[in-house]
Protein backbone atom coordinates (compact mmCIF):
# COMPACT_ATOMS: atom_id res chain seq x y z
CA UNK A 1 0.00 0.00 0.00
CA UNK A 2 3.08 2.44 0.70
CA UNK A 3 4.79 1.64 -2.53
CA UNK A 4 1.28 2.87 -3.90
CA UNK A 5 0.29 5.95 -2.33
CA UNK A 6 3.45 7.01 -0.01
CA UNK A 7 1.52 9.77 1.32
CA UNK A 8 -0.59 7.14 3.22
CA UNK A 9 -0.62 8.47 6.69
CA UNK A 10 -2.77 5.46 7.90
CA UNK A 11 0.23 2.99 6.15
CA UNK A 12 2.78 4.57 7.99
CA UNK A 13 1.02 4.88 11.55
CA UNK A 14 0.87 1.37 11.29
CA UNK A 15 4.55 0.48 9.63
CA UNK A 16 5.77 3.01 12.93
CA UNK A 17 4.10 0.74 15.54
CA UNK A 18 5.28 -2.28 13.82
CA UNK A 19 8.76 -1.19 13.79
CA UNK A 20 8.94 -0.42 17.40
CA UNK A 21 7.42 -3.46 18.32
CA UNK A 22 9.99 -5.35 16.09
CA UNK A 23 12.68 -2.73 17.47
CA UNK A 24 13.69 -1.35 14.29
CA UNK A 25 13.99 2.01 15.43
CA UNK A 26 15.75 3.47 12.35
CA UNK A 27 12.89 3.08 9.95
CA UNK A 28 10.63 3.50 12.56
CA UNK A 29 12.24 7.10 13.26
CA UNK A 30 12.35 7.76 9.08
CA UNK A 31 8.67 6.57 8.96
CA UNK A 32 7.54 9.07 11.69
CA UNK A 33 9.80 11.96 10.29
CA UNK A 34 8.02 11.39 6.78
CA UNK A 35 4.58 11.67 8.53
CA UNK A 36 5.59 14.72 10.29
CA UNK A 37 6.35 16.22 7.02
CA UNK A 38 3.22 15.00 5.21
CA UNK A 39 1.12 16.28 8.12
CA UNK A 40 2.44 18.58 10.73
CA UNK A 41 -0.55 20.29 11.68
CA UNK A 42 -1.56 16.49 12.80
CA UNK A 43 -1.20 15.84 16.69
CA UNK A 44 -0.93 12.10 15.70
CA UNK A 45 2.07 12.87 13.50
CA UNK A 46 4.05 14.43 16.70
CA UNK A 47 2.56 11.60 19.19
CA UNK A 48 4.05 9.05 16.58
CA UNK A 49 7.50 10.44 16.52
CA UNK A 50 7.54 11.13 19.72
CA UNK A 51 6.82 7.50 20.67
CA UNK A 52 9.79 6.69 18.25
CA UNK A 53 12.03 9.21 20.17
CA UNK A 54 11.01 7.68 23.62
CA UNK A 55 11.49 4.23 22.44
CA UNK A 56 15.25 4.86 21.44
CA UNK A 57 15.40 6.81 24.94
CA UNK A 58 16.03 10.63 23.45
CA UNK A 59 13.81 12.04 26.15
CA UNK A 60 14.44 15.63 24.93
CA UNK A 61 13.09 14.91 21.95
CA UNK A 62 10.34 13.08 22.69
CA UNK A 63 9.05 15.47 24.92
CA UNK A 64 9.26 18.15 22.34
CA UNK A 65 7.16 16.21 19.85
CA UNK A 66 4.52 14.83 22.79
CA UNK A 67 4.64 19.13 23.57
CA UNK A 68 3.64 20.01 20.22
CA UNK A 69 0.95 16.93 20.06
CA UNK A 70 -0.57 18.56 22.79
CA UNK A 71 -0.46 22.22 21.52
CA UNK A 72 -2.22 20.82 18.72
CA UNK A 73 -4.60 18.70 20.77
CA UNK A 74 -4.82 19.46 23.95
CA UNK A 75 -7.33 15.96 25.00
CA UNK A 76 -4.39 13.77 22.46
CA UNK A 77 -4.89 10.84 24.94
CA UNK A 78 -2.23 8.76 23.52
CA UNK A 79 0.65 12.27 24.27
CA UNK A 80 -0.97 12.90 27.86
CA UNK A 81 0.15 9.09 28.58
CA UNK A 82 3.55 9.21 27.11
CA UNK A 83 4.06 12.30 28.60
CA UNK A 84 3.41 11.08 32.09
CA UNK A 85 5.58 7.92 31.23
CA UNK A 86 8.64 9.77 30.64
CA UNK A 87 8.03 12.91 33.51
Known amino acids: AYKRDPKDRATLHTRIICYIATRDLKKA ?3 ADVLVKLAP ?3 DSY ?3 GSVYSESGAW ?3 LEDIKTALELNKG ?3 AI ?3 AMIR
Open 76 to 78: HAG
Open 81 to 83: ANR
Open 60 to 62: GPA
Open 47 to 49: HYR
Open 29 to 31: QDD
Open 41 to 43: QDA
